[in-house]
């Protein structure tokens, strides 16, 4: 993004790319027909139901002023209007952990106010949200986005883990008070006896972590044995909110034998209720507010600013990470614009405001990646059916195969057409068909399998629409209809949930990867080596990676901390913000830049997995060889809580093979090499057990082959010797 700080500049650039291709957003979702409903109820489920659970929160800490009616109204709202005139329809809106966490604020400011209190709350927060829209409105004007490159992985892992934090907190918390007092409800004096309270706490952590295990165990689903792909594949997408259902079926069970109230369910009056449509009229009370806390509201509005401001840009900027490939313009700068006027009017309605939100956006562009892949799996696969049939050799089938891809591609009127084509054949397909003579021959399956092969010839694309926005958006918005169903979800359920979220949220951070590290024992630290790792692991000494994480795990607890502070806790916004100058003039006094680059890298990058074979004497050491199912490709290549692509350091061989074996030239491959060094491989190698010494064990390196000999003849040998 071009960094443009000129009034109004970066608005227009940003209309002016996102309005040439405004049509085909909406054609290109239709296009795809009813596989558009897969991205559209795997991204409905992932936005909802947080949603709700932090509506029951905002109920309880704000006495019933807000509850999930008005969250999933907000977030239904703000995703209708942005998926239909908003710049990147890739950025899924919604009502976040950190505005509940300012309304929280600002609720225990007023609430013991009298010249403010519980009745004008509302109506001071519309005036800080019309605060809060002055202000990004300033922002996008003076191209505030344009600094969104700064934004390094250690202010966006910093947050994220915060967010994690955050959710754990609330979990913990909402489990505690089940074995208290409710807060609401005390109609029936049965439960409020220390028998049934100790009783609904005990159900509540059944339910709670019952849920949370089989959420975490249902995303594991497609490496189960049992069932058909598809199967797994259901439950592995879906699997989370299916496991809501369940236990809120099981907390049904015991209905009969405990008083109403165990265990204790959501809390919220249904849209219709007497009462419950007072927050839409709260612009009359606004004039009611004094005049000095009108003012006032501009200190809060200051931080909710520059939270949304952080939190919007950060989400559009994971959910459109050059690694998707995607081929539409961003729209920093309009898309804060529109946040805007979004804010004001969820203020004047009396709503909390929504905005960009993590890890839903960058989940959205990770679904419709996987429809995408499934769309030119599809075509590629009865292409090279067709070839096989028609018996072409592997060069004239892989050309029928990029001929077919560049047909599915559909380039806007003012791009030339996708420059990425297919990947390169693997180099075992063609050293496959190179030792057995099919290299002009007719090819089969057994050189080139097409429903494995087909899928590592794919470059990872998004479909980039607005239809599966629009969608899931008014699915959310049913949901505020169906309030009497989703009353009877229990609360402790939602902890759980909360629980699943925290961490589901912390594979794929390095943050966090770092910080397991240093509980690794010196003596098991090459067992990191035996899977994909991040490279700063071998390529920054262990001091400094135990260092550089010491200096983030006292940031967080820092911004974690202040959350703690009733008033300051508002200002946490301003730490993450005071990250970007810490690591442009701070960090590189006290770290070498090659090391920061390496632990601040802008991409997700993964060296490969080096086996290592524990063997006694006299043993050989066996191959290890990993197998991806086809199914779970983008699985693998995508890391879950960021959405960013994995870099697999490791080339392919050249896609433009020839047709005979004297034109295929050798290929190199540093994956492959014996004489790879990594300053610190050989540190992390040697550091074995005190016991594993005794027995004499022996470690040795699975011997990887040299430089290819594929393309050399080699008399009375079909094959190369590896040395």
């Known amino acids: 993004m071009e960094e443009t700080f000129v009034p109004f500049r970066g608005i227009k650039n940003d209309l002016r790319g996102r309005l040439l291709c405004y049509k085909q957003d909406w054609t290109g979702g ?11 109820t795997y991204i409905f489920f992932a936005s909802a139901i947080p949603v709700i659970s932090f509506g029951e929160q905002l109920e309880r800490n704000t006495d019933g002023s807000l509850t999930a009616v008005q ?30 966490l300012m309304y929280t604020f600002m609720y225990d400011f007023v609430k013991d106010r009298k010249d403010l209190g519980h009745k004008l709350f509302l109506a001071w927060t519309g005036w800080v949200c019309v605060w809060t829209a002055a202000l990004l409105f300033l922002l996008a004007i003076l191209g505030a986005c344009s600094i969104i490159n700064r934004f390094t992985r250690v202010a966006g892992e910093l947050f994220g883990l915060l967010i994690a934090m955050l959710f754990m907190q609330q979990a913990i918390k909402g489990v505690v008070e089940e074995f208290g007092t409710p807060k609401r409800d005390k109609s029936n004096q049965t439960v409020l006896e220390p028998a049934w309270r100790f009783g609904n706490g005990m159900f509540a952590l059944v339910l709670s972590f019952g849920l949370l295990l089989t959420a975490l165990r249902s995303r594991k689903a497609r490496s189960w044995r049992y069932g058909s792909g598809r199967l797994r594949g259901f439950i592995a997408d879906y699997g989370v909110p299916l496991m809501v259902v369940v236990w809120t079926g099981v907390s049904y069970i015991p209905v009969n034998d405990v008083p109403r109230g165990v ?28 005049i000095l806390y009108i003012i006032g509201a501009f200190i809060p509005a200051t931080m909710i600013a520059v939270l949304y401001y952080f939190d919007h840009s950060v989400a559009s900027q994971l959910a459109q990470q050059k690694e998707f490939n995607l081929k539409k313009p961003a729209s920093y700068h309009y898309d804060l614009l529109l946040l805007g006027f979004m804010v004001i009017l969820c203020g004047l309605i009396g709503i909390p405001p929504a905005n960009g939100v993590i890890p839903q956006s960058p989940m959205h562009t990770k679904s419709l990646a996987t429809l995408k892949h499934q769309l030119l799996r599809n075509k590629l696969v009865s292409t090279a059916r067709k070839g096989i049939r028609r018996n072409s050799n592997l060069s004239q089938l892989y050309q029928s195969m990029q001929e077919a891809y560049n047909e599915m591609q559909t380039p806007l009127a003012y791009q030339t057409p996708s420059a990425l084509g297919l990947r390169e054949l693997k180099d075992s397909t063609i050293q496959l068909a190179s030792t057995s003579g099919y290299m002009d021959a007719p090819v089969d399956e057994t050189v080139f399998d097409v429903d494995k092969d087909v899928d590592d010839l794919l470059p990872v694309e998004v479909k980039e629409q607005r ?26 359920v939602l902890w759980g949930y909360f629980a699943f979220m925290a961490i589901e949220s912390l594979p794929g951070n390095q943050f966090w990867e770092r910080i397991l590290l ?26 400094t990676i135990a260092t550089f994480t010491l200096f983030q795990t006292v940031y967080l607890l820092l911004c974690f901390g202040l959350t703690w502070i009733p008033i300051a806790g508002v200002l946490f916004p301003l730490l993450i913000m005071l990250l970007v100058p810490v690591r442009q003039y701070c960090l590189p006094k006290f770290f070498k ?34 197998n991806l199912d086809s199914g779970e490709v983008l699985d693998e290549i995508i890391t879950r809580s960021r959405g960013e ?79």
């Open 30 to 40: 239709l296009r795809a027909g009813i596989r558009i409903l897969a991205p559209t």
């Open 71 to 100: 969250t999933l109204a907000s977030t239904a709202l703000c995703g209708v209007i942005h998926s239909i005139v908003g710049g990147q329809p890739l950025l899924i809106l919604g009502v976040a952990e950190p505005t509940v």
């Open 263 to 290: 265990p204790r369910r959501l809390f919220s009056p249904n849209p219709w209720s007497p009462g419950a449509y007072s927050n839409w009229t709260v612009i009359k009370e606004m004039l009611d507010v004094p």
């Open 467 to 492: 239809l599966s926005n629009l969608l899931q958006a008014l699915m959310v918005g049913v949901c505020v209809a169906a309030m009497p169903f989703l009353k009877r979800i229990p609360t402790s």
């Open 518 to 543: 240093l509980f690794t024992a010196p003596s098991r630290r090459y067992k990191v080596l035996e899977k994909y790792h991040a490279t700063f692991v071998e390529t920054v000494p262990f001091k």
């Open 593 to 626: 830049a090659a090391h920061l680059q390496d632990l601040d890298a802008a991409e997700y990058e993964e060296a490969p997995a080096i086996p290592f074979n524990m063997s006694f004497d006299g043993q050989d050491p066996q191959a290890r060889n990993d």
């Open 645 to 723: 692509i994995r870099h697999a350091q490791s080339p392919k061989v050249t896609s433009s093979t020839p047709t005979s074996q004297e034109g295929v030239k050798p290929v190199f491959s540093p994956r492959l090499s014996l004489k790879a060094y990594s300053p610190h491989l050989n540190e992390l190698r040697g550091e074995l057990s005190p016991q594993m010494r005794g027995k004499e064990l022996e470690v040795r390196q699975t011997p990887s082959p040299g430089p290819s000999n594929l393309g050399k003849s080699t008399p009375g040998s079909s094959s190369s010797q590896i040395p």
